[in-house]
């Protein structure tokens, strides 16, 4: 076996094992592959291993590498900031987007999406740990957020759940504290807003997956261990 198909192997165990502890099947956390950085050939090789999902961070990246493997099983995430000038090459390309964090961008979203009739899943993105390096809303900002996003329909938009970094490298207590407060978070907007299909957390990565598990987490979203280091 060669160096990826053990290691997604291995953390394809990691997730078992972290789902039962907490109760939960092996197929309530989805593996998303974050193949930013990596060659169209890396993606194609976990393809082979059966990894469908692969999560890219820059749109130009991305789509280079969607157009050399044109293989329509693979589903893609984008994961980066979305910019406004980057709905319209997102709408159609990818099925999935973790970075919604403003009306504008739903709005550029759904225009794009409407006009060439595709459909994308969205999530947003929470700055739970307020480092204002990071992108995403404010916890507190997020019921304002939905009251304006509810009032309106988005045609080709989705609303799936929230999506959140933990503190990389803070001592474990407190990375699952933040995650379970994304959780707590999550089911008080769904329950407020009445939000069908509201169910997903995309929270953990290399570092901290296990935890995010252990909070609930519904999609992992992992880089490193699973590709190596980023050339
Ligand atoms: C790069 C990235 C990841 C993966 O990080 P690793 O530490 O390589 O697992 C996950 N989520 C987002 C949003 C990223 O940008």
Redesign the pocket.
């Known amino acids: 076996m060669d160096d990826l198909a053990f290691r997604l192997q291995d953390i394809r165990a990691r997730i078992a094992e972290a789902a039962a502890r907490s109760g939960r099947p092996a197929s309530a956390v989805r593996l ?1 592959a ?1 193949s ?1 950085t990596q060659p169209a050939a890396a993606i194609a090789a976990a393809a082979a291993d059966g990894q469908r999902a692969f ?1 890219e ?1 820059r749109v130009p990246e991305a789509l280079a590498k969607m157009d050399a493997l044109h293989d329509a099983r693979l589903e893609w995430h984008f ?2 900031a979305l910019q406004r000038n980057k709905a319209r090459l997102i709408a159609g390309r990818f099925h999935w987007l ?2 919604l964090e403003s009306l504008a961008g739903a709005e550029a979203l759904s225009r794009h999406l409407s006009a060439c009739q595709a459909t994308l899943r969205v999530l947003i ?1 929470i700055n739970v740990t307020g480092a204002p390096s990071r992108h995403g809303l404010a916890p507190e900002a997020l019921f304002s957020f939905l009251e304006a996003y509810t009032r309106r329909s988005w045609p080709g938009l989705t609303l799936c759940g929230l ?1 959140a ?1 933990g503190p ?1 490298g803070a001592p474990a207590g407190e990375i699952r504290d933040a995650f379970a407060r994304v959780r707590e978070l999550a089911w008080a907007a769904r329950d407020t807003f009445g939000l069908p299909g509201f169910e997903e957390l ?1 929270m953990g ?3 901290d ?1 296990e935890l995010a598990i252990a909070e609930g987490a519904t999609i992992v ?7 190596g280091g ?1 050339p």
């Open positions: 998303l974050v930013k999560g961070s994961l980066g973790h970075s993105e999506m970094m990389q995309s990565m290399s570092a997956f979203r992992v880089g490193q261990a699973l590709f980023r």
